[in-house]
């Protein structure tokens, strides 16, 4: 069964430096998603992508955030500058148009 | 724009009994829904969905859920329960206006360990 695969599973940074969060959705799905969970809470919509721009972002996603489908086969979040708050799990989702979403594993980002 | 409300942060139930994973949502528009299991240190996979149609939807693992409108419900539930569902439980909504176009975020409820005992 096709995937969305997510690198790194867990990754550790420091607070103030950028990190790039990578995922590779399913080939034939045509809109991309990030979410985040914070440890303990619900899982939050960041942002949907879709013919290489930004459909719809929620208010989470502010100008640190921005994401990127750099070469036809990957999806990219980067948080430019991390906080402490920026620590949780990001999921990253694929669909095609009849909302067949899947979820990637996540990738655990902790911000020292 | 959309809400969802599991009432039940945790819900424990005996090894072989039933159980009911509730879920309310608010809309102003109609509107798709999920629910996904999330074992521990996993990601989420989808149980089943509602898009249109039928409004008892089955899913994977024996699960099924049954879309209210009046209600505005979509309870998760099944008959008899393994140890290997212990996992956390969302109910999901996604407002279906934009005709399918698949752009939509999905709003996520808070979500309902489902604990089970031997």
């Known amino acids: 069964e096709p995937e969305v695969t997510q690198t790194p599973s867990h990754q550790v940074t420091q607070m103030g430096q950028e990190v790039i969060l990578r995922c590779v959705p399913i080939?034939?799905?045509?809109?991309f998603y990030w979410y985040r969970q914070i440890l303990g809470q619900k899982v939050e919509f960041l942002v949907s992508?879709?013919?290489?721009?930004?459909?719809?972002k929620s208010e989470i996603f502010d100008d640190q955030f921005s994401v990127e489908r750099p070469d036809g086969s990957n999806f990219t979040l980067k948080i430019r500058s991390t906080k402490l708050e920026d620590s949780a799990m990001y999921f990253c989702?694929?669909?095609?148009?009849?909302?067949?979403?899947?979820f990637g594993s996540g990738t655990r980002l902790t911000v020292v | 724009a959309q809400s969802v409300t599991q009432l039940d942060s945790q819900v424990p139930v005996f090894e072989e009994a039933p159980v009911e994973l509730r879920c309310n949502y608010s809309?102003?528009?109609?509107?798709?829904l999920f629910w996904y299991v999330q074992y521990p240190n996993q990601g989420l996979q989808l149980l089943l969905k509602?898009?249109?149609?039928?409004?008892l939807v089955k899913g994977i693992n024996g699960f099924e859920a049954e879309f209210n409108k009046s209600q505005t419900s979509f309870h998760l539930r099944k008959p008899s329960v393994h140890i290997s569902d212990t996992a956390e439980y969302f109910c999901?909504?996604?407002?279906?206006?934009?005709?399918?176009?698949?752009?939509?975020?999905?709003?996520f409820g808070k979500g309902t360990h489902l604990i089970i005992q031997p």
């Open positions: 989702a694929s669909s095609q148009a009849t909302y067949g979403y899947t």
């Open positions: 509602y898009l249109s149609g039928s409004t």
């Open positions: 080939s034939n799905h045509l809109y």
């Open positions: 809309s102003s528009v109609s509107v798709y």
């Open positions: 999901a909504v996604s407002e279906s206006h934009r005709g399918g176009g698949g752009a939509d975020g999905l709003t």
């Open positions: 992508f879709y013919n290489n721009e930004i459909s719809e």
